[in-house]
């Protein structure tokens, strides 16, 4: 909470190079990649950093295999150079996972026919992955004997990747590095307007928790605001070639289905892809894609039974998944870039994920349409050079701006882990030791972690019963991660409230307590704010 009024302050007294709007995927690496090239970066968002599509994806990092059947060849070629990239530089987080695909029969194309897709799409991703492989519906039940081969023709298995954590935090790890690099960010400050005057831009900024008004000023605007980039454009009187027009996705998340390592793969009633994707000791189910006409959606019935259907039928699971089996509902709108005017119909198969940069030279304003977390490096390298041909020196251009630390300081800290036997301090139910964790979480600001550990081995415990969150890492989000309400760290900052059911958590031994340390005089208002928020859920 400190960090977030500091940072506010800091907006109201300078003249920034560049002002952002939007926290999302799109504007969290266009503020990392200005800040670490040497711009002076803002960054407000009217609600919690990813909180609307970047915290609702699949958590998948994959080059667009689906777009070989409308030959968008250079788009899969490009995603999956991105993909490729996005493996090297985050290795701890951004993980190669096998696909498990199954073909039913009357599908479109024959499964001979499609696995040959995939030997084109392993060969556009530089046989960077394992290669794929044919399967029979036989060898699909000797590799996953949940999947139901009753309507099978065939099958393979190829590879992509995905995010180990959730996109959430992804995203917000973009935030804490513009943050390290000099760049003032704080969520739940709104840009009520914005006005061109002379040579900069006038922002009429809020805080949203108190309702203070007050300025921020910079010379370029970047509207980066992710599904709601045409109504700031309205706003802001901006023409642009590329609107936006809404899918709805919704995934469901239930206990583990299968204890396999795989995503599984299938074309939906609707002739869609459908994923049953591991998540730890969970499974995410998804997703739908319903044309909406607004940002603002919510889960409906129809979309549960839409999921809950497909799977049923499509597993052989030891008793059908009902409404009662769901732990937590993901649901968020994909912007998806079109040219010409915002709204009509679009068609879903043939619609892709390609993100587009509108400029306004004159003005020196940018809009970001559509874009996919696999994209993202590519996002923040083109608006770093549009930014640049504005006249705005970066000192360092070239610098490399993403990427996890060193090897060298990654061995550093697994020494010093090591020296403290951190391992040892894992939870009996953690997915993984706690190094690991650590590092991929926190990068070369877990060396914080170990210090306290080390002083005191009571901060390695977890607080929260059934989550993999020790004290100092609560503590850690408290000082660092700017949580404004409890949501912020539940939902975002990590995924408990998406693994752990809702009565399960508010039950929790040591919800409390992280309450106390992330807000502490405020804790028994965010908590019960937090109840408040959830109590409408399904």
Known sequence: ?????????????????????????????????????????????????????????????????????????????????????????????????????????????????????????????????????????????????????????????????????????????????????????????????????GDHWTIAAQDEMTGEAFPIKAKVLINAAGPFVDKYNETTEQSTEHHHVFSKGVHLIVDQISANQKVLAFFASDGRLFFVIPMGCKTCIGTTDTQVDSPLSDVTDEDRDFILDNVNQLLNLPKPLTKADIIAERCGVRPLAIEGDSGGTADWVKLSRKHAIDINKKQKYISIFGGKLTDCINVGDEVSEIVETFNIELKEPDITWYGEPSNTIKDQFFAEAHTINLDQMTGEKSAEPLSERFWRRYGSNAFELLSKIKDDKSQADLLIEHAEYTVCEIEYAAKHEMITKLEDFLRRRSKISLVVRQDDLLNAKGLKEACDILFGSESEEKMQEYVDSISTSF
Request: net charge positive; charged share 20%; glycine share 8%.
């Open 1 to 197: 909470m400190l960090l977030r009024k500091k940072n506010i302050e800091q907006l109201k007294n300078q003249t920034f190079d560049v002002a952002i709007i939007g926290g999302g995927i799109n504007g969290a690496v266009a503020a990392a990649a200005l800040s670490a090239k040497g711009a002076k970066v803002a960054l407000i968002d009217k609600g919690d950093f990813a909180g609307f599509t970047s915290s609702n994806s699949s958590n998948l990092a994959w080059g667009g295999v689906k777009y070989l059947e409308s030959h968008e060849y250079r788009l899969v070629n490009k995603l999956c150079k991105s993909r490729n990239l996005l493996m090297q530089s985050y290795p701890s987080t951004v993980k190669e996972i096998r696909f498990l695909t199954c073909i039913q029969k009357g599908f479109r194309f024959p499964p001979l026919f499609v696995y040959l897709g995939t030997i084109v799409y392993w060969l556009f991703g530089r046989f960077y992955t394992k290669h794929p492989q044919y399967l029979t519906p036989k060898k699909i039940t000797a590799s996953e004997p949940v999947i139901n081969i009753s309507n099978a023709k065939g099958g393979f298995e190829y590879s992509d990747a995905y995010l180990f954590d959730n996109d959430s935090r992804f995203v917000f790890n973009f935030i804490r590095s513009s943050l390290d690099n000099g760049c003032i960010a704080a969520n739940y400050v709104s840009s009520q307007a914005a006005d061109y005057v």
